[in-house]
């Protein structure tokens, strides 16, 4: 096998492993503490929490990562002045690569906080250490290196559904094909596997799960782990879309202690746009999973606790109000306190009305246009409903990958899409605008589309098309739902109130004191990225203040 990552390593090798002076070894000293290993002894294991971020100081150590059959393949060799970690050393999760001293071994050891502290208090070297840890980590991705192993069929709607949280979650992975790929036939025989039970997936550590749910696969993977149910946080952050996020950098960077909760991936909507281009200070566009995954790390930067995936199905009071505590409770039983809590669990995608729409929806059904999606029809025929701006953004990027695609909108026109997107979809030949477009049937078998009907315009004339994915970009409503029965009010639509329109004496305070609501989630919001990201910093001001007088109380 070639040597993983090469590509990278080719082109950012001297940023994605750089050598620290002894000046600079000196200053990071006082956040961690030496230890000795001997020849042979491992640094780090896959699928082992580590013990932080290491910094040789004699001696050479070898990283290497593994495949499914025990084959080692050498990633780099650590000399001293060299730091050994990736992303996962900044919030203490499990090991993605293998590492292990050539001879003895001195390093000095620098836990997650004092990583963290470190990040912080040494702006210059800090910005140089955390550029490399984020360039490891996407070689490790393009490599698949260290993460879970998906035996499945590319087209199974769970395998993409896995494939879909892993990569929305910024983790490396692999598919092998049980079909042609030898070592997924060895894993199928060695676990006797019938086809039936297909996807499986091996985690790191060995363990193998059948066709698991995204909570099984995330705590075998170690992204997730049980909330500590004694502790109270200073505020509790449900969703990790823009807004959210915003809230935990500037709330965390100001001292506050922070948990964010997601039922699904950082990034939220905009993890799924495939080019912002309207956000300030990025002229050429940048991908919503580039920008948020930026947040989400410089979140953690800061010390914010992440809960992705977990679902928040409620809010309640603690009997006794004078706590001025809030108990947010999860789908899995567990229960988180805050002092405060933000609401930033923005908005889902809707549905078509269409009969059978749920037997597609794992395979070719799709609300999302990202990479994942473009390989699954490169070259084919597609079909898209919707004529905002999103379906716009997924319209042109498809149509780079696509044979032709059919864009259906309900209304006469395109009005309500962006100019700069209209006319660039008028430049698309394989584009072809159906206006006044009714879906009308599915058609296929197994999960798997195979024809899709439509009446277009005024004569109602109905056409049928050999498709085998349908796009859905047709708006989005609340999630709210969790509130029910939590007293916060919600308006007629079940967007979230607040300020004067939910008699709350702090702006964007929801009708209870002390809970609040950003972004898309709330009432009369803008529905836009960066609008969502000034609301997650401007509440930040209004927690400070309400900490405060809920402390002096007290
Ligand atoms: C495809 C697409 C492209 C877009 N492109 C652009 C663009 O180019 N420019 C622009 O300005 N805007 C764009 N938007 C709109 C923009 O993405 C949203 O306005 C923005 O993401 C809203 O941010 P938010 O944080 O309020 O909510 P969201 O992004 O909706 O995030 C909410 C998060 O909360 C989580 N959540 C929900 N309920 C719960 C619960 N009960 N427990 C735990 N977690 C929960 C969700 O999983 C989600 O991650 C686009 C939207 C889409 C769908």
């Keep these: 096998m070639s040597a993983p990552n090469q590509s990278i390593i080719d082109t950012r090798g001297d940023q994605m492993f750089p050598t620290l002076e002894p000046a600079e070894i000196e200053r990071v000293r006082r956040f961690g503490r030496v ?20 910094v040789i100081l004699g001696g050479k150590v070898d990283i290497t990562q593994h495949d499914q059959s025990g084959l080692r393949t050498p990633i780099v060799t650590h000399g001293p002045g ?73 087209e199974n709607g769970d395998v993409l559904r896995l494939q879909g949280f892993l990569s929305r979650n910024g983790h490396p992975h692999q598919t092998l094909s049980p079909e042609t790929d030898p070592d997924a036939k060895a894993l199928i025989e060695r676990f006797q ?53 915003a809230t935990a ?10 948990l964010v909760l997601d039922s699904r991936a950082f990034g939220g909507q905009a993890g799924a746009s495939a080019r912002i281009e309207n956000y300030l200070g990025f002229p050429t566009g940048i991908s ?13 930067k800061f010390g914010v606790e992440m809960a992705i995936p977990d679902e928040v199905i409620g809010l309640a009071a603690l009997d006794d109000p004078d706590h001025g505590r809030f108990v947010l409770h999860l789908s899995n039983d567990e229960r988180v306190s805050a002092r405060a ?44 409903v919707g004529g905002g701006n999103s379906a716009g953004q997924a319209v042109v990027y498809l149509a780079s990958q696509v044979a032709k695609l059919w864009l259906l909108v309900r209304g006469p026109n395109l009005a309500s899409m962006s100019r700069y997107l209209v006319d ?62 939590s007293g916060v009010a919600l308006d007629n639509k079940g967007f979230v109130l607040t300020g004067d329109a939910a008699g709350a004496r702090r702006s964007l305070e929801t009708s209870r004191a002390g809970v609040f609501a950003i972004g898309d989630a709330r009432s009369g919001s803008v529905k836009r990225v960066a609008a969502a990201v000034g609301e997650g910093a401007q509440v930040v001001a209004t927690l400070h203040a309400f900490l405060a007088a809920t402390a002096s109380r007290h």
């Excluded at 499990?94 to 208090?121: F, H, K, S, W």
């Excluded at 995330?218 to 959210?244: E, H, K, N, Q, T």
């Design 35 to 54: 230890r000795s290993y001997e020849a042979g002894e491992a640094l780090a294991k896959v699928g082992d929490v580590g013990l932080g971020l290491s």
């Design 82 to 154: 060299a730091f050994m970690g990736e992303l996962a050393q900044l919030a203490g999760r499990p090991a993605l690569v293998d590492a292990y001293a050539q001879g003895p071994v001195q390093a000095l050891v620098i836990p997650p906080e004092g990583l963290r502290a470190l990040l912080i208090a040494e702006a210059e070297l800090g910005e140089r250490i955390m550029r490399a840890l984020i360039l490891r980590r996407v070689g490790l991705i393009q490599a698949g290196a260290g993460g879970p192993v998906i035996v499945g069929r590319a």
């Design 193 to 245: 596997i019938d086809p039936g039970q297909l996807p499986i997936v091996l985690c790191p550590s060995g363990q193998l799960l059948r066709n698991p749910s995204e909570t099984e696969l995330a705590r075998c993977i170690g992204l997730v782990g049980p909330i500590d149910p004694d502790r109270v946080y200073d505020v509790a952050v449900v969703g990790a879309g823009p807004a959210g996020l």
């Design 249 to 258: 950098v500037y709330a965390a960077s100001e001292g506050l202690s922070i």
């Design 288 to 300: 919503g999973m580039a920008l948020m995954a930026r947040a989400y790390t410089q979140a953690q």
């Design 341 to 384: 809590v933000v609401i930033a669990s923005g908005a889902r995608y809707r549905r078509l009305e269409v009969e059978n729409l749920e037997n597609f929806e794992g395979a070719s059904v799709h609300y999302w246009a990202s990479p994942l999606e473009g390989k699954l029809c490169a070259g084919q025929e597609v079909a898209l």
């Design 424 to 485: 660039r979809i008028a430049g698309l030949p394989n584009v072809e605008l159906v206006t006044k477009a009714r879906v009308t049937a599915l058609e296929g078998a197994d999960g798997m589309l195979e024809a899709v009907r439509w009446r277009r315009g005024v004569s109602g004339e109905e056409v049928r098309r050999p498709i085998r994915h349908l796009f859905l970009f047709i708006g989005a409503a609340p999630n709210t739902s969790w509130l029910s029965g």
